[in-house]
T-cell receptor, first 112, second 114 residues
Framework: GENVGLHLPTLSVQEGDNSIINCAYS??????FIWYKQESGKGPQFIID?????DKRQGQRVTVLLNKTVKHLSLQIAATQPGDSAVYFC???????????FGGGTRLMVKP | EPEVTQTPSHQVTQMGQEVILRCVPI?????FYWYRQILGQKVEFLVS????????KSEIFDDQFSVERPDGSNFTLKIRSTKLEDSAMYFC????????????FGEGSRLTVL
């Protein structure tokens, strides 16, 4: 069936380095994607979103890239900080927009 | 900053008991959701709610589950007869518009079924 998945379950980076978290999706009809950050014991927190008519969107220290040809989404975090340590989920909005489907999550660990 | 609030933060119940989890979505939002997350796993969609009715539900959301918006501010999830496998974090979420609206999540209610 349609699904959203992640390539790597855990990513460990040095403080100050850039991080790249990847996500593959299979529903070619999805038109809206969101990256969420989840810290331990908390709810998912919105980071950045992108519509399917775009291939790149930048926020503060974060960039989302969308490659519709290969159905790939990535989150880039510049100058990763200890506070960035969390689990990151990509999510896709289905056609009707009623449901956000989450991927499996990648744990980002930032080493001081 | 407006936020989604959930109560209780943690509930422990015996198998077979009924549980009601409560949520107060952001006041001007129109679309409401329940998700659950079993420990260490991904966030799974349960149900979406709009205009006082369910708009979509997943296979997880069987006859044991129900949702209600009883008074225009609260949004509740009821599990009629809890099972061990219902133990999870339950997240309420809301947004103001479909398709491009950010989904705001509450901090979650941890349900432990013994």
């Amino acid at each position: 069936g349609e699904n959203v998945g992640l390539h790597l379950p855990t990513l460990s980076v040095q403080e100050g380095d850039n991080s790249i978290i990847n996500c593959a999706y299979s529903n070619s009809a999805s038109d809206y994607f969101i990256w969420y950050k989840q810290e331990s014991g908390k709810g998912p927190q919105f980071i950045i979103d992108i519509r399917s008519n775009m291939d790149k969107r930048q926020g503060q220290r974060v960039t989302v890239l969308l490659n519709k040809t290969v159905k790939h989404l990535s989150l880039q975090i510049a100058a990763t900080q200890p506070g960035d340590s969390a689990v990151y989920f990509c999510a896709e909005n289905n056609n009707a927009g009623n449901m956000l489907t989450f991927g499996g999550g990648t744990r980002l660990m930032v080493k001081p | 900053e407006p936020e989604v609030t959930q109560t209780p933060s943690h509930q422990v119940t015996q198998m077979g008991q009924e549980v009601i989890l409560r949520c107060v979505p952001i006041s001007n939002h129109l679309y409401f959701y329940w998700y659950r997350q079993i420990l260490g796993q991904k966030v799974e969609f349960l149900v979406s709610f709009y205009n006082n009715e369910i708009s979509e539900k997943s296979e997880i959301f069987d006859d044991q589950f129900s949702v209600e918006r009883p008074d225009g501010s609260n949004f509740t999830l009821k599990i009629r007869s809890t099972k061990l496998e219902d133990s999870a974090m339950y997240f309420c979420a809301s947004r103001s518009q479909l398709n491009t609206g950010e989904l705001f999540f509450g901090e979650g209610s941890r349900l432990t079924v013994l």
